[in-house]
């Protein structure tokens, strides 16, 4: 069975760093792209970024180039998504998301609730 | 960031039938497949339609997409209580994904 698991909530201060995670089984974690959504409260999702684990390429959304960074670890299936900086804007919900053989989101994680503030 | 636009909102009784509409461009919709996802309260969104038109294992056939042009459309037969939820409509556009503005079904 496909899953991700993404790490728990945190709650952060202005200024401070983070980096949060996403654990895929039940699959070839080197073989698909996993992907970041944030969804800000009460609002729709945003195309953050994109990772390719076999290789670590990674395409950013121009609104997320350089705020955030995306990584992944292929020896223990895990995509990280890293913030040096937080601001009060960046509390939301983050989603990690497989990209499937249709260029779908096929498999989503639970999300992990990061709030910023001071 | 969206430059998929969709109405904000959507209603219905239990058994009519109601459509989501979601416009784009070119370079999106117009290249590309449409995809839509079901936000229920409180849970990460879930794949509902892929290439347009194509239904996951284990998505109801209530649930049907189609394409013309650069507009694509959602369409719940039907409907029943448990589709009230949050519809977005998504696709890739060059590398980067979009997403739709959302549409938020209500069930009256």
């Known amino acids: 069975e496909v899953q991700l698991v993404q790490s728990g909530a945190e709650v952060k201060k202005p200024g401070d760093s983070l980096r949060i995670s996403c654990k895929g089984s039940?699959?070839?974690?080197?073989?698909?792209?996993i992907g970041w959504v944030r969804q800000m409260p009460g609002k729709g999702l945003e195309w953050m970024g994109i990772?390719?684990?076999?290789?670590?390429?990674?395409r950013y959304s121009p609104s997320f180039q350089g705020q955030v960074t995306i990584s992944a670890d292929k020896s223990i299936s895990t995509a990280y998504l890293q913030w040096s900086s937080l601001k009060a804007s960046d509390t939301a919900m983050y989603y990690c998301?497989?990209?499937?053989?249709?260029?779908?989101?096929?498999?989503w994680g639970q999300g992990s609730l990061v709030t910023v503030s001071s | 960031q969206s430059v998929l636009t969709q109405p904000p909102s959507a209603s219905g009784t239990p058994g009519q039938r109601v459509t989501i509409s979601c416009s784009g461009s070119?370079?999106?919709?117009?290249?590309?497949?449409v995809y839509w996802y079901q936000q229920l309260p409180g849970t990460a969104p879930k794949l509902l339609i892929y290439?347009?038109?194509q239904r996951p294992s284990g998505v109801p056939d209530r649930f049907s997409g189609s394409k013309s042009g650069t507009s694509a459309s959602l369409a719940i037969s039907g409907l029943r209580s448990e589709d009230e939820a949050d519809y977005y409509c998504?696709?890739?556009?060059?590398?980067?994904?979009?997403f739709g503005t959302g549409t938020k079904v209500t069930v009256l």
């Open positions: 039940g699959y070839r974690f080197t073989s698909y792209w």
């Open positions: 290439r347009n038109n």
């Open positions: 990772i390719y684990p076999g290789d670590s390429d990674t």
């Open positions: 070119s370079s999106n919709i117009g290249s590309n497949y």
């Open positions: 998301a497989r990209r499937g053989e249709e260029l779908e989101l096929d498999y």
């Open positions: 998504a696709a890739w556009d060059d590398s980067l994904y979009v």
